[in-house]
């Protein structure tokens, strides 16, 4: 009798040493949070998923106007035109080098007409880092067309083209930047018009009811202007950071 008492509280001991395992390896219901961490833990997650990230496109201005910052379509755009002016892509420092020759001259006389120093990129952009005649007929580093030339002041016939001289050309441009200026009130759209002419672009201002160069919807060259203008002032300015030789950049050049 007494085997079987024992037998009998062996099992029931089993049974409550088993019960309490198996009630430790169940998951424990997590307690609920007190009202106020509710809504402190709430706000957190909203503010952490609303934070803005850093604005890449705030440190890039053109003739001291910022970027629209926050506008993803201008941000990914400067990006493909950076990428695509990075050594790897050009692998030229000729860019450094004409600068070096063509700058001394050009920043003085922008400088004296009252015209932002960034209007010296235009040169390295409009002349294809060469000095040549387009298909179109433009040519010199301004790339002027010749009645263009003539209208500022330049000598364009069968025996001298005067739009290959760079300090009499820098001045010819300078005065058809004022002009512009003078019409667009904005030295992005300047740079624009200086693609595209001023009547183009007049007339794309008013077909679209927009004046902020980075928000209107124009051609491909146009469109992409003042995007190539700012790559080639931060390929200049920060040679390294874009793959260039840093002995042979302009500001290398300049403090030797």
Known sequence: ???????????????LIMAKVFAYQMPQAKKPLPKEEKITKKATARVVKKAPARPYIAQFSFADENLPAGDRRVEKKLRKTLSAHAYGKLQTNLL????????????????????????????????GLKVGISPKGAAGIWQFMPQTARNYGLKV????????NLRKS???????????????????????????????????????????????RLNRETGAYVYKLISMKQILEDPVKYGYDKGKSLLAMNNN
């Not at 004409?98 to 002349?127: C, T």
């Not at 200026?181 to 595209?196: E, H, K, M, Q």
């Open 1 to 15: 009798m007494i085997k079987k008492h024992l037998l009998i509280c062996s099992i029931i001991l089993a049974l």
């Open 96 to 127: 450094h080098v004409q600068a070096a020759k063509w700058f001394p001259v050009i920043e003085p006389i922008l400088a004296a007409y009252g015209i932002p120093n960034d209007f010296k990129y235009i040169a390295l952009v409009e002349s």
């Open 157 to 164: 016939n069968r025996h001298v083209d005067e739009r290959h």
């Open 170 to 216: 820098t001045v010819a441009a300078c005065r058809y930047i004022r002009e512009l200026y003078g019409i667009f009130d904005s030295w992005t759209l300047v740079a624009a018009a200086y693609n595209v002419g001023d009547v183009r672009l007049m007339r794309q201002i008013h077909r679209q009811n927009q004046d902020n160069y980075y928000k209107m």
